[in-house]
């Protein structure tokens, strides 16, 4: 469906993409992570063939996006909602997109509809919120009814109500057998919305996986218990090997490298009471955080944060 061959994109001694391959499959949500510079969108532009590769190339249907007679109908793309002269209403914009595929007014209408913009559509882009923009830039991703969504960064500025619309279109839009691609930095939201992730670190890749794959390989379980006896349980349970971080109210337990059976199996052993023993699931955020660390090409400096001494 999406297949990228050693796919390479140099900006002069700048290496944004560096020798990437992969295959995104149809009926998927795939999220597409990184920091920021991992050079994400440089592949989404020379996907939609807005960007030539240096070497290698990335394919939609197996030809490169430009090739195809009728592109919307292949490929829909939102890679830059601001990329939309500011004088134009809505619906202009949208039909002198359709008119290039002679796609009919009637879709121009139907994806106002359902993008939930039809009410503005005879505003100017120019006065448009961020989030009604991000709507109009779907709209326009949707005209050719394609196989194929390419979407970077779909939810930023968009309110709760956009955000749940987005996840929910993506993944209506997947179930249909078509192919989504995904950009964002909010992981919770990449987690409710994507099947697999791939994550770029100084434009390579550095995960291709299952979501429930990765977030099974990177995170660590965190296993609370509540107990009246938690000191004399805590004391039970490292030397079993187990490791306590946090003891908060005095009688609950954060520990790490015990399985929640086993903290329940010593703590019936020893005639210990528990209030409760609950497993946190590993977080998409923690596994993405483990996978990127000394990835970043940009980092903050804590210390930036702390106020200067006078
Ligand atoms: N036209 C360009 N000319 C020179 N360098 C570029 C150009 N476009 C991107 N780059 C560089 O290529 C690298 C990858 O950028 P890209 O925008 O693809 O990253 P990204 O993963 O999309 O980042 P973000 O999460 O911040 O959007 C960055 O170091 C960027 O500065």
Redesign the pocket.
Known sequence: MIEAVNLT?R??T?L??DDVSFSLQPGQVTGFL????????????MLMGL?RPTHGSITVLGKPYAEHRNPLCVAGALLDAKGVHPGRTARSHLRALAATHGLPDARVDRVLELTGIDSVAHKRVGGFSLGMGQRLGIAAALLGDPDVLVL??PVNGLDPDGVLWVREFVREFAATGRTVLL?S?LMSEMAQTADHVLV?GR?RIIADAPIAELIGAGGRRTVRVTSPDAIRLGELLRAEGARSTQQSGGNELELHGIAAERVGEIAAGHGIVLHALSTDAASLEEAYLSLTRGEL?YTSDPAAAQPVAA
Do not use: C, F
């Not at 050079?39 to 532009?45: A, E, H, I, L």
């Open positions: 994109k900006y002069g700048k944004a993409v990184g920091p920021n510079g991992a050079g994400k969108s440089t592949t989404m532009r960007d970077d960064e950009s930095h770029l434009g090409e």
